[in-house]
């Protein structure tokens, strides 16, 4: 049994504030200055974001878990494959979400649609440091991650 299934408040903890606290940096530049919204705006997605992010947090969690372990990613895995499989479990659990979130924070389609494809254009540049991220908030607080120990 990990560290994680024996201690799933904290692990649903760490799920919870890293997925928040890397939204919101992330968020911030696309929304106010790529999707052209207003602070009022972008406070009201980031509020409905909060909340959602809160409630997938620990299942986004478990999916990437799992997914890791589907892939068989170690911690001697190829950068690549590794880059590859962060990429595909934080698109496609996030992409959805995000539009989601945009329809209930307000947004127009216009802004909904312009930070949705810069969201999915640079999903190779946020799910292997979310990944990165959310293993080191891990680690820190004496939980185990999804790569298997190498063989």
Same mark, same amino acid.
């Given at each position: ?53 809160? =409630?997938?947090? $620990? %299942?986004? @969690? #478990?999916?990437? &878990? /799992?997914?890791?372990? *589907?892939? !068989? ?51 190779? =540049?946020?799910? $292997? %440091?979310? @990944? #990165?991220?959310? &293993? /080191?908030?891990?680690? *820190?607080? !004496? ?9």
């Amino acid at each position: 049994m990990s560290s994680s299934e024996k201690r799933p408040f904290l692990s649903a903890w760490v799920d919870i504030f890293a997925m928040n606290s890397f939204s919101y940096i992330v968020a911030l530049p696309i929304e106010l200055i790529i999707a052209g919204m207003s602070w009022q705006e972008h406070l009201k997605v980031r509020l409905a974001a909060l909340v959602l992010n809160t =409630l997938v947090a $620990r %299942p986004f @969690g #478990i999916w990437r &878990d /799992f997914v890791i372990k *589907r892939f !068989g990613i170690r911690e001697d895995s190829r950068f690549i494959k590794v880059y590859l499989v962060d990429t595909l479990v934080f698109l496609s659990f996030q992409l959805p979400l995000y539009v989601g979130n945009m329809i209930l924070g307000g947004a127009d389609w216009g802004e909904i649609m312009k930070a949705s494809v810069t969201v999915s254009l640079i999903a190779g =540049l946020l799910g $292997r %440091p979310y @990944g #990165i991220y959310l &293993d /080191f908030i891990k680690r *820190r607080v !004496g939980l185990s991650i999804a790569f298997e120990k190498a063989k």
